[in-house]
Nanobody, 118 residues
Framework: QVHVVESGGGVVQAGGSLRLSCAAS????????MGWFRRAPGKDREFVGG????????LYADSVKGRFTISRDSAKNTVYLQMNSLKPEDTAVYYC???????????WGQGTQVTVSS
């Protein structure tokens, strides 16, 4: 069992930056991939990006590529989502997820709200 908790959401003006954290606990040795997702009001959940737990690979959605960066602190079992050049359309609840196999997510956090004002 793995438990993940997101933090760092808030309100920021367009063009600003925000960093989300996702702390994993429990059987973290079983984690293969970590992912970030978001759900905007009235829209489906969207994949934002992911990182292999080993740190060897990162992937990003086209909508955030070049603006968002995912990194990992192995000592803290924490994954970060650095969001720069934020746009109002980035407003959403952001979720962190952990999985046992590639691009498969078994455990989800409770989500953290990010609001970008214009």
């Amino acid at each position: 069992q793995v438990h993940v908790v997101e933090s760092g959401g808030g309100v920021v003006q367009a063009g600003g930056s925000l960093r989300l954290s996702c702390a994993a606990s429990g059987r973290t040795s079983t984690i293969y991939d970590m992912g970030w997702f978001r759900r905007a009001p009235g829209k489906d959940r969207e994949f934002v990006g992911g990182i292999r737990w080993s740190g060897s690979l990162t992937l990003y959605a086209d909508s955030v590529k070049g603006r968002f960066t995912i990194s990992r602190d192995s000592a803290k079992n924490t994954v970060y989502l650095q969001m720069n050049s934020l746009k109002p359309e980035d407003t959403a609840v952001y979720y962190c997820a952990a999985g046992l196999s590639p691009a498969s997510y078994n455990w989800w956090g409770q989500g953290t709200q990010v609001t970008v004002s214009s």
